[in-house]
């Protein structure tokens, strides 16, 4: 994940001026118009974003002003406020309160409020997609993929009436062991900038249909989905207070951290930002899943079929302008795989970057300039260390958005003693690093500090066996074909959420991972009730003084 995903942003001031939404052009000036209209916590037209506090949209009485700029043309969408010391506390005592009743609410009661969201997001995916490639940059397409791994998570959540029963054992005679699943109490979810409707989607369908109550903090950079799916919770008939949203930046994320009456909190983002969130809500006794950095690698055999290794690598590299936690950002090409290079370029040229409504584009603009001047440093520290820029998208130009965070497709070749091989990058580049054999590749993997996914490309099962076994990540998937053409053919390969995600080594902190059964461990605690109810107690009518044995 980005590294800067919770950095602060320049607070409003009233020397800057941004376009109105005059400045959005005619794909995507009556999508926010329209947003704005229908939506009540929200805007895409300059207006402010609310808090969703007790079931009711909010205005902040805050002084402090986050603006939300369009990425392709730095027009002003929405201003998000800091949320104050008195309006967390609200939301957090809403939640508090509203904990009495939701715990106590039915599995059933619960499961239909599963049911209701899932529809609600079905009905209003469009909506959902048009904020996201407003405020994030996403293509439309790739927008609506994020919507859509979302849904799934709230989809696999209706099946908590299976998920979350317990275990009953007579364990002697006339004697029961139970072990109940039992909410934590209120939760918090703080969410990047880079997934605004997958991530909360995340946490809320889980966290509710296991009896708590969430406190979530969006990115500052783009909450319009977050406030949408808000209003879809109370559209699905979720009681007040159960969800709220807050919003701010380091101070907001502290509050979250310390307040006694949150007992956990799911994070996703950068390396910074995880680990501090991490040790202070720790330190104050809340568990804690965190996600954090990544540098996926994907292997190319020399066997591997030429067409889908280089198709898959670059969809994987470049898609949602590489800002994906699961993006594959290095290539290993071994032995005589590394002839491959020149067509990979030419294939990666092809791709078309435009504005995120526009027919055909195939990635957007990064969120920021901030970004933007990261990446394109990254770029150029790779060629000052000594390696090749072999596609160099720093001076990309697209028609119509002379403004926009625009950088095109990049690939590098350089060591794994580069900036560009050790830092997350977070942009539509690709490293690639030759081996000459597969245990050399395993070894730069195995060796970095992240381990969030890898892959392979290969038509030997043994390869992939090897690979396999022999790979220390959290997620990994291998492209090979035997001769009856059955393959495993998932360039990012993210879990789906019937099972749990499982990055590890520098990529995760916290023992308990997102969604699936670990996600159901994650926002749930064991109570174990030992209960005794002899059958000779109904007639029998003298006591027993001997040690008992259960027997």
Known sequence: MSISRLARIPLRSPSRSYATTAGLNALARPKAENLSVTWKGTSATGGNTKNFIGGAFVDSKTTQWHDVLDPSTQTLLTRVPETTIEEFDQAVDAASQAFKSWSKQSVLARQRFAIELQYQIRQNADALAHSIVLEQGKTLADAHGDVLRGLQVVETAIGITSNIVGEKLEVSKDMDTEVRKLPLGVCASIAPFNFPAMIPLWTIPLATVTGNTLILKPSERDPGAAMIIAELCARAGLPEGVVNVVHGTVPVVNRI???????????????????????????????????????????????????????????????????????????????????????????????????????????????????????????????????????????????????????????????????????????????????????????????????????????????????????????????????????????????????????????????????????????????????????????????????????
């Open 257 to 551: 951290c310390d307040h006694e009456a949150i007992k956990a909190v799911s994070f996703v983002g950068g390396d910074r930002a995880g680990t501090h969130i991490y040790e202070r809500a720790t330190t104050n006794g809340k568990r804690v899943q965190a996600n954090l950095g990544a540098k996926n690698h994907a292997i190319i055999m020399p066997d591997a079929n030429k067409n889908l290794a280089l198709n898959s690598i670059i969809g994987a590299a470049f898609g949602a302008a590489g800002q994906r936690c699961m993006a594959v950002s290095v290539a290993v090409l071994v032995g005589a795989a590394q002839s491959w290079l020149p067509e990979l370029v030419e294939r990666a040229s092809k791709l078309n970057v435009n504005g995120g409504f526009e027919k055909g584009a195939d990635l957007g603009p990064l969120i920021s300039p901030a970004s933007k001047a990261r990446v394109t440093s990254l770029i150029a520290s790779c060629a000052n260390e000594g390696g090749r820029i072999h596609l160099d998208g720093r001076n990309v130009q697209v028609p119509g958005y002379p403004a926009g965070n625009f950088v095109g497709p990049t690939v590098l070749e350089g060591t794994v003693g580069m900036r560009c091989y050790r830092e997350e990058i977070f942009g539509p580049v690709l490293t690639v690093i030759t081996s000459d054999t597969l245990d050399d590749a395993l070894d730069i993997i195995n060796e970095n500090k992240y381990g969030n996914g890898a892959v392979i490309f290969t038509q030997s099962g043994a390869t992939a066996r090897k690979f396999e076994s022999g790979v220390n990540v959290g997620q990994a998937s291998f492209y090979y074909f035997m001769r009856c053409d059955v393959g495993i053919n998932i360039p990012i390969p993210v879990p789906l959420p019937m099972f749990a995600w499982s990055g590890n080594k520098g990529s995760v902190l916290g023992d308990i991972g997102f969604y699936g059964k670990s996600g159901i461990n994650f926002y749930t605690q064991n109570k174990t009730i030992t209960s005794l109810w002899r059958q000779e107690d109904a007639i029998g009518n003298k006591a027993s003084v001997d040690m008992p044995t259960h027997h």
